[in-house]
């Protein structure tokens, strides 16, 4: 990295051009570390540095190939799960009538999202449903990757989120627990009947939230659901996440 940012640069650029290194910057790094996983891959501080002080360069689109390396991966076979057909719903368990407002942002591998307000009702939720067709005797493995963006200083087990496949919770963790860290949780089973399965990742509040609270976001890094046709798992299901093993090594 000091390489990168420091005299390999200056050796290849600085005799033709003044330099500029955006990137080591403390006040532009903090600011890039506050916000969502989304407009940081999309370099979206750096465009609108540009923007604010040389605007006619973005005529020119840099990189020459305008396309992020995101969009360059070939990931057609490596079994991450496409974001191209979720749903999305919000609301609360305990008033079907309350409308619950999020943010959703949707990428074609990932996703981030969260409340669009600090006033919540314990109950209150917004979530994420994917679609899988499984067959019955097979045996099947989901790996979600999961990270919470939240603040240290606020209160504990406000909110959590949760792994529901058909309706039953296989996994929850408060944000407050095993925050800014990429959880993940490998859940394999051995499916019982042939069905589409309905698999919702869930924020829920679980008190009363107000004074502008922050609540946090989630950022799905990948998921991959596809079927294990080496591997057989027994009827009772497997799940295992990285904070669980943290947590076993730490004792």
Same mark, same amino acid.
């Given at each position: 990295?000091?390489?990168?940012?420091?005299?390999?640069?200056?050796?290849?650029?600085?005799?033709?051009?003044?330099?500029?290194?955006?990137?080591?910057?403390?006040?532009?790094?903090?600011?890039?570390?506050?916000?969502?996983?989304?407009?940081?891959?999309?370099?979206?501080?750096?465009?609108?540095?540009?923007?604010?002080?040389?605007?006619?360069?973005?005529?020119?689109?840099?990189?020459?190939? $305008?396309?992020?390396?995101?969009?360059?991966?070939?990931?057609?076979?490596?079994?991450? *799960?496409? /974001?191209?057909?979720?749903?999305?719903?919000?609301?609360?368990?305990?008033? &079907?009538?309350?409308?619950?407002?999020?943010?959703?942002?949707?990428?074609?591998?990932?996703?981030?999202?969260? /409340?669009?307000?600090?006033?919540?009702?314990?109950?209150?939720?917004?979530?994420?449903?994917?679609?899988?067709?499984?067959? &019955? $005797?097979?045996?099947?493995?989901?790996?979600?990757?999961?990270?919470?963006?939240?603040?240290?200083?606020?209160? &504990?087990?406000?909110?959590?989120?949760?792994?529901?496949?058909?309706?039953?919770?296989?996994?929850?963790?408060?944000?407050?627990?095993?925050?800014?860290? *990429?959880?993940?949780?490998?859940?394999?089973?051995?499916?019982? &009947? *042939?069905?589409?399965?309905?698999?919702?990742?869930?924020?829920?509040?679980?008190?009363?939230?107000?004074? $502008?609270?922050?609540?946090?976001?989630? *950022?799905?890094?990948?998921?991959?659901?596809?079927?294990?046709?080496?591997?057989? /798992?027994?009827?009772?299901?497997?799940?295992?996440?990285?904070?669980?093993?943290?947590?076993?090594?730490?004792?």
């Amino acid at each position: 990295m000091p390489a990168w940012l420091g005299a390999s640069v200056l050796v290849d650029n600085d005799i033709l051009c003044d330099t500029y290194l955006l990137f080591n910057v403390r006040k532009i790094l903090a600011f890039g570390l506050s916000i969502p996983e989304y407009w940081r891959i999309h370099d979206t501080i750096y465009y609108e540095i540009i923007n604010r002080l040389w605007p006619s360069l973005l005529q020119y689109r840099m990189p020459n190939d $305008g396309r992020q390396i995101y969009a360059l991966l070939d990931r057609e076979n490596t079994g991450y *799960t496409s /974001f191209k057909e979720v749903k999305t719903n919000s609301g609360s368990i305990y008033n &079907k009538k309350r409308e619950v407002k999020a943010h959703y942002e949707i990428r074609d591998y990932g996703a981030c999202f969260g /409340f669009s307000s600090n006033d919540l009702n314990k109950g209150d939720y917004c979530e994420l449903i994917f679609n899988n067709n499984i067959v &019955k $005797g097979r045996s099947y493995y989901y790996e979600f990757n999961l990270l919470t963006i939240y603040h240290h200083f606020t209160p &504990k087990n406000i909110v959590s989120y949760s792994i529901i496949i058909d309706d039953d919770i296989v996994y929850s963790l408060s944000f407050d627990v095993f925050n800014e860290r *990429t959880n993940q949780i490998i859940y394999c089973f051995c499916a019982k &009947k *042939t069905m589409q399965q309905a698999i919702k990742i869930r924020l829920s509040v679980n008190e009363n939230i107000s004074n $502008g609270i922050y609540n946090g976001e989630l *950022t799905i890094k990948s998921l991959s659901f596809r079927d294990e046709p080496i591997k057989h /798992f027994d009827d009772k299901a497997i799940i295992e996440s990285t904070h669980n093993r943290y947590t076993k090594i730490s004792q």
